[in-house]
């Protein structure tokens, strides 16, 4: 499975974008997919997280009320339109998808087992 982000970009505080991950190689039926963020310095952190079928959603308190998750199985991909964003949204983005094991909870990287490579969000103030 090779998951391919895209949508990153230099933006101005207050402005949006929409991050896209598309996977390829195989379907992710039963797999929730996963945003993560690293700024320059930081620990990779949990942003948002979504089921297959879309009735799970989670988001990290620092994004909650602004981002927005949202998946099409029929594409394989996930979005995360980000809005009212702030200079400390600047990083690396990251997609992953992982299934539920209950060993890892939805936040920890570990629970994800495929990554895409990255991509720079920046935001200037």
């Known amino acids: 499975v090779q998951l391919q982000a895209s949508g990153g970009g230099l933006v101005q505080a207050g402005g949006s974008l929409r991050l896209s991950c598309a996977a390829s190689g195989r379907t992710l039926n039963d797999y929730y997919m996963g945003w993560f963020r690293q700024a320059p310095g930081k620990e990779r952190e949990f942003v948002s997280v979504i089921s297959w079928s879309g009735g799970t959603i989670y988001y990290a308190d620092s994004v909650k009320g602004r981002f927005i998750i949202s998946r099409d199985n029929a594409k394989n991909t996930v979005y995360l339109q980000m809005n009212s964003l702030k200079s400390t949204d600047t990083a690396v983005y990251y997609c992953?998808?992982?299934?539920?094991?209950?060993?890892?909870?939805?936040?920890?990287?570990?629970?994800?087992?495929?990554w895409g490579q990255g991509t720079l969000v920046t935001v200037s103030s």
């Open positions: 992953a998808a992982g299934q539920y094991t209950g060993v890892y909870g939805y936040n920890s990287p570990p629970f994800y087992k495929y």
